[in-house]
């Protein structure tokens, strides 16, 4: 039991290390792209770009019906029970459902052309534009489908091929054709990128699961459940950015400065992308072993804590760095005059230590299809976050919007867990709580570091929380995996 116990933190620790290593390429390679596309392009057409980009995502997320999500938990559940003839026909229907989604989102983004172009700009006529970024639509829909079988049939380094080569062709794609053609390549870049995309996407899935049109009558009947809880995942991504536009709303009104909504924009990404490269393994791995259990409550508590103490181990040294690291990191990802973010960003950072524990549990009514409550919890979280927000920029500006966040995070534990708690008998255990205990308390003693410190004596305090963090995840894993045994084997290959 104790073997099988480290192996399985072992593939724990693996698999949100690899998928948080591609995410931190992903954002590197991005960072080198966006300042190359800068300079090619300039401001006026960064904003083409991301308006057009965001457009193309919001009407993506509308029409998918939240396929590349829910059909994770059918295949997966499928692919536990080995079932081949199930799971090759369920794959027949997923691919219905994402074909007929590809055609609505594209039929949608070509009638609402005249009135996306009315409600963006207030100038020129970019309604061509809207209508050949169509195929872009289309084509996500599709790649959702196919990276959905993927995750459920845990083919997990297909996916994380995928994922590098599409950060790489996105670089290689998009420079040149910026180059060339300037501000007119903006539109055959976003399609081709989601061309590439859906062609790795495809090769990978159809290697597995080869296309087979036979039979395919009456298969979008048997998608309903899929459907409905991805709807029900849909409409809480759609509350959610909702939500976000109403904070930015409100800031851009009451303090009537672009700028303030700048910098609030700029905090919240800084935090939450540092965040991702370790959630990004939940709902590629995670999620469909997550699902695999669902119906067994001590298994369900099992797999929760033990991806919620890898996680946490993993995020809490970087959570450390960031808080120490952000007075350098503003000024050189973007300039001193975001620096007035600072104060936000840095309180806004103890937040993760909190989402960091709350994803794995949010999990958990999602893996058993219980569509409505998972809206209702992320509704709840949301209106939560807008009225906190509001009332910490009313109170303390800037900085109160920082607080208002951990607050909001706060509010969202104690909600799913204890919704959890109650629903599904799920329980932490004394060791994931010590583990939660005492790397929250490092965040916290970073985060008053920065408060009363400065100069030499800030980096030096700073720099001791981020080593005695990173030493209590070190320790922390050694003793529940192998990782240890698995090193010294590697070196002393290598020694002989």
Known sequence: MKQESAESYSHVLKYTGIFGGVQGLNILVSLVRNKLVAVLLGPNGMGLASLFNTTVNFISQSTNFGISFSAVRHVSELFDRGDEAAIAHFVKVVRAWSLLTAVLGMFVCMVAGPLLNSYTFSWGDHTLHFMLLAPAVGLMAITGGETAILKGARRLRALAVVQIGAVLAALVVSVPIYYFFGQAGIVPVIVLMALVLMLLTVYCSYRLYPLR?????????????????????????IVGSASEMLIRSYLNVVSGDLDVVGLYNVGYMITITYASMVFSAMETDYFPRLSAVSGNVAATNVTVNKQMEVSLLILAPMLVGLIMLLPVLVPLLFSSKFLPVLGMTQVAVLAMYMKVQTMPIAYITLARGYSLSFLFLETVYFIAL????????????????????????????????????????????????????????????????????????????????????????????RRKTRLWQALRRRVLRHRA
Not at 217 to 237: C, D, F, H, P, S
């Open 213 to 237: 049109l036979s039979g395919a009558r009456g298969l979008l009947g048997e998608g309903m459940e899929m459907v409905k809880l991805g709807v029900a995942y849909t409409l809480a991504g």
């Open 386 to 477: 807008v009225a906190m927000v509001i009332g910490g920029y009313r109170l303390w500006g800037l900085y109160g919007t920082g607080l208002a966040i951990v607050g909001a995070h706060v509010f969202e534990l104690l909600t799913v867990g204890g919704y959890a708690y109650f629903r599904y008998g799920y329980r932490y255990t004394g060791s994931l709580l010590a583990m939660a205990t005492v790397q929250t308390a490092f965040g916290v003693a970073a985060y008053v570091v920065s408060l009363v410190a400065g100069g030499w004596i800030y980096w030096i305090a700073e720099a001791a929380l981020a080593v005695a963090s990173t030493a209590y995840s070190l320790l922390v894993l």
